[in-house]
């Protein structure tokens, strides 16, 4: 079996349990020990001495990673990947902030890891670059020399043609993408946006059996819908920490259900509408007063970033107003915390909350909507509430799906969710769980490898919706 080399922007901590880094690392970890491997990336670290790649040795895992200097932080990570792809991925052209020498410096630092790599590869290697960090980092590694399949995926949406080509060195993104000989998406929107893209702006051809021909070269494009360790993470969801415990028993005692909200603090996750459908639905149905308390857990992210420090200071307000207006002694209807919170603790979190409350403007998946899913209790389960716009969608259609432009359907369906009777919400849980269960994380890693070696089976395909 070929050696697996994962790349991505910052490696993972394999010295913690990689079940406290959340589904993804769990897989590829996973992977990695099985079949030995190296992980490839970042160490978070910011200096500017010249520094050699790191290799450390964890098992059969070889972890090989470099520090970026200060410049390389803010053109690459703040200013090109977070301050031009992120947004406009997200289909956010109004929070682009494009400069040309941030293009340069994604374009470099792509170049340095390319070079850092490129001495530690062995000729049957497969390499799997994760995220969109590394566009152009296959184009990279070909102009050193790299023979070896490169695979990539993009773990947020693929935004559609007209956005995409609206912003500044969009055909050089793209073709240098085509360096990659398998593209892995989330859904089928994805795939469509850049094929439809492929077709309009270049003279690559999408073929009948869905792939695409440049030049003399064929390359995958598929969908990969990610997912997580259901059945680890519902075993950790029935480990109820002490102060979970008290505070179900409190909400039990005044007959009180919760809703829950997991996020980064980020302006994709539609953190600011969730507030105030929450607030609308206090007002359109008065018998919630005092019935239920939303917990919306949201940590910060990327704060260096404009963008970020606006939406913090608009939560802040929402929240502030919904509880000035509604608080009495013994009820704060939203309880919100601006930190991270262990994964055992946010399993059982999940568990003792009668809705799941996820709405994202654009998401590429959105894992948090089948960790809700994968920790009820199916004899007496929670509802979701999910977005039209995160890609779980495109599978999870048995939730309450929303549109989060739409505060008072929002609002509406959160107070469906809550009064829903038992029967639905089994059924409904009973069909979103086996879906999450037959697109986990194994089946996304095991279906994405086996096309990046060059089998032929793609993931099993749902019906388009
Ligand atoms: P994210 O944008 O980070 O991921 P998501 O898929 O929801 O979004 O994953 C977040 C993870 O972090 C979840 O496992 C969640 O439990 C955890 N998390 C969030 N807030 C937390 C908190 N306060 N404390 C502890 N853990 C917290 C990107 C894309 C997604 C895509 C994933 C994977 O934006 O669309 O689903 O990658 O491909």
């Not at 059969?60 to 947004?87: H, M, R």
């Not at 492929?198 to 695409?212: P, Q, R």
């Not at 000035?324 to 603790?345: A, E, L, M």
Request: charged fraction near 25%; charge should be neutral.
């Amino acid at each position: 079996m070929s050696r697996l080399v994962i790349v991505s922007n910052r490696i993972a901590d394999l010295n913690n349990e990689p079940v406290q880094q959340g589904g993804l690392a769990v897989a590829l970890v996973d992977a990695l020990r099985e079949r030995g491997g190296v992980w490839f990336g970042w160490n978070g670290e910011i200096g500017d001495r010249k520094e050699e790649a790191h290799v450390e040795q964890h098992g059969s895992i070889t972890q090989i990673s470099l520090s970026l200097t200060k410049k390389d932080y803010s053109e690459y990570y703040l200013g090109y990947a977070n301050g031009v792809l992120w947004p406009l991925f997200h289909y956010r052209l109004d929070l682009v902030r494009y400069r040309s020498s941030h293009f340069s410096g994604y374009n470099r630092v792509n170049r340095k890891f390319a070079a850092a790599l490129m001495p530690h590869l062995k000729f049957d290697d497969i390499i799997w670059a994760q995220d969109y960090h590394l566009i152009t980092f296959a184009r990279s590694l070909r102009n050193l020399g790299c023979r070896q399949r490169i695979g990539f995926f993009l773990h947020i949406p693929f935004p559609p043609p007209d956005l995409l080509a609206a912003s500044s060195n969009h055909a050089e993104l793209v073709q240098a993408l085509m360096a990659y000989d398998v593209i892995g998406m989330q859904t089928f929107l994805d795939v469509n946006n850049f094929k439809r893209y492929l077709t309009d702006h270049t003279d690559a051809e999408v073929l009948e059996n869905g792939d695409v021909r440049i030049g003399r070269r064929t390359i995958k494009v598929e969908r990969f819908p990610i997912g997580m360790d259901v059945e680890a993470f519902g075993e950790m969801s029935q480990r109820i920490t002490d102060d979970v415990a008290v505070d179900i028993k409190r909400r039990e005692v005044l007959g009180r259900k919760q809703i829950i909200g997991v996020d980064r603090l980020d302006y994709s996750k539609g953190l600011p509408s969730r507030v105030k459908a929450f607030g609308r639905m206090l007002a359109k149905y008065p018998e919630m007063e005092k019935a239920v308390t939303f917990l919306q857990i949201a940590p910060p992210t990327r704060e260096a970033v404009d963008a970020y420090s606006d939406i913090r200071d608009e939560m802040e307000a929402l929240t502030g107003s919904v509880n000035g207006k509604y608080s009495d002694f013994n009820w704060t209807p939203i309880r919100y915390i601006h930190r991270s919170v262990p994964r055992n603790k946010l399993a059982a979190l999940f568990r003792a909350s009668q809705a799941g409350f996820v709405t994202p403007l654009r998401d590429g998946m959105n894992l948090v909507a089948k960790e809700y899913v994968a920790a009820q209790n199916p004899e007496a389960p929670g509802v979701l509430v999910l977005s039209q716009f995160a890609g779980a969608a495109e599978e999870m259609q048995e939730a309450l799906i929303v549109n989060p432009y739409d505060i008072d359907e929002m609002a509406d369906k959160l107070y469906a969710a809550l009064t829903m009777p038992l029967n639905e919400r089994k059924e409904r849980h009973r069909a979103l769980l086996e879906k999450i269960k037959r697109f986990d994380a194994k089946a996304w890693l095991v279906g994405f490898l086996k096309i990046l070696e060059g089998g032929v089976e793609p993931v099993p395909k749902l019906p388009k919706v």
